[in-house]
């Protein structure tokens, strides 16, 4: 069963450190600050942040009717993901990434959580100010 605007919120919202803001107007979520994921209401797509264009292009290469870009987002290693093509369990898995890139250490150690391997999260970081 696809996703809906209201799933998105309450899935993005249960991430430790997780607040509702505005970007673009539309509804986004940030981990202390950092960029999260938002809901582009042009396109009923959430934007997700990746490891690396390589990544994004390969994920558009192997389903271009879930993932896309738009001009945009060309030079960022991020993927636009039209929310009624996946599932809140896919969701769920996709911010989980985001979030171990982006949440702060002592966050994830006071929940016993490991942060996502170094190289991730300096690149999420220079990524983050982008989006």
């Known amino acids: 069963m696809p996703i809906t605007k209201a799933d998105l919120k309450k899935i993005a919202l249960s991430f430790p450190g997780a607040k509702e803001e505005s970007s673009y107007g539309q509804p986004a979520f940030k981990i202390e600050k950092k960029f999260f994921t938002r809901l582009r209401g042009e396109d009923d797509s959430i934007v997700w942040i990746v490891d690396s264009i390589d990544e994004r292009d390969n994920l558009i ?14 030079n960022y290693p ?11 369990d896919m969701l769920r898995k996709i911010l989980e990434r985001r ?5 702060p250490k002592k966050m994830l150690k006071d929940l016993g959580q490991q942060p996502s391997p170094a190289p991730l999260r300096k690149a999420a970081a220079k990524r983050t100010r982008k989006a």
């Open 99 to 103: 979030w171990r890139a982006i949440a």
């Open 61 to 74: 290469e192997m389903d271009p009717k879930t993932y896309f870009i738009t001009d945009h987002y060309r």
């Open 78 to 88: 991020s993927v636009l993901v039209r929310i009624a093509r996946i599932d809140k």
